[in-house]
T-cell receptor, first 114, second 114 residues
Framework: AQSVTQLGSHVSVSEGALVLLRCNYS??????LFWYVQYPNQGLQLLLK??????LVKGINGFEAEFKKSETSFHLTKPSAHMSDAAEYFC????????????FGTGTRLLVSP | DTGVSQDPRHKITKRGQNVTFRCDPI?????LYWYRQTLGQGPEFLTY????????KSRLLSDRFSAERPKGSFSTLEIQRTEQGDSAMYLC????????????FGQGTRLTVV
């Protein structure tokens, strides 16, 4: 079975500050890992994905994440927050084979203040 | 627009009524998933289709729920005898059959049962 834990249901940063959203996963098989962003009443948009290639993954809008197998983590970072980054962020895990359904964390709401 | 399309975007229904949602995946995506997202939670997997075959169903999918994907194209999700607990956002996602690919999500259908 797979699971995802996102520490912190809400994270507040000032515009221009570092963004760090934490994600830890559990998987009995080699995982694929994803970060999605969701704006109010919208679907999910992929920010970035780890599919067993480079452990440091760069995504859209300046976000990146590092896969650390020893820590079972896949934290999302952005050097400088922008007001438009305010949204809900979901970390998800899937198996690398088979049906590859996504198992999501409970999400972290990012608040950006001026 | 060549993304995943869901219809309707919003549905308000009275308890006990039946509702049906439609999902049009990205063309040539043979994999299709349905997820349910309740307020403040991450999406939870409901069911998976590969072409027209329904290959996996979550235990969340009670016998009041049924999904189809005739001819491996669009999919429908029907809920019979709706209950207030069915109120949620229903998300559809599709992906190609090749490895190292991500799922693309639709905008979702928000169901409110009154």
């Amino acid at each position: 079975a797979q699971s995802v834990t996102q520490l912190g249901s809400h994270v507040s940063v000032s515009e221009g500050a570092l963004v760090l959203l934490r994600c830890n996963y559990s998987s009995s098989v080699p995982p694929y890992l994803f970060w999605y962003v969701q704006y109010p009443n919208q679907g999910l948009q992929l920010l970035l994905k780890y599919t067993s290639a480079a452990t440091l993954v760069k995504g859209i809008n300046g976000f990146e994440a590092e896969f650390k197998k020893s820590e079972t983590s896949f934290h999302l970072t952005k050097p400088s927050a922008h007001m438009s980054d305010a949204a809900e962020y979901f970390c998800a895990v899937s198996e690398s084979t088979g049906f590859q359904k996504l198992v999501f964390g409970t999400g972290t709401r990012l608040l950006v203040s001026p | 627009d060549t993304g995943v399309s869901q219809d309707p975007r919003h549905k308000i229904t009275k308890r006990g009524q039946n509702v049906t949602f439609r999902c049009d995946p990205i063309s040539e995506h043979n994999r299709l998933y349905w997820y349910r997202q309740t307020l403040g939670q991450g999406p939870e997997f409901l069911t998976y289709f590969q072409n027209e075959a329904q290959l996996e169903k979550s235990r969340l999918l009670s016998d009041r729920f049924s999904a189809e994907r005739p001819k491996g194209s669009f999919s429908t999700l029907e809920i019979q005898r709706t209950e207030q607990g069915d109120s949620a956002m229903y998300l559809c996602a599709s992906r190609p059959g090749t490895v190292n690919t991500e799922a693309f999500f639709g905008q979702g259908t928000r169901l409110t049962v009154v």
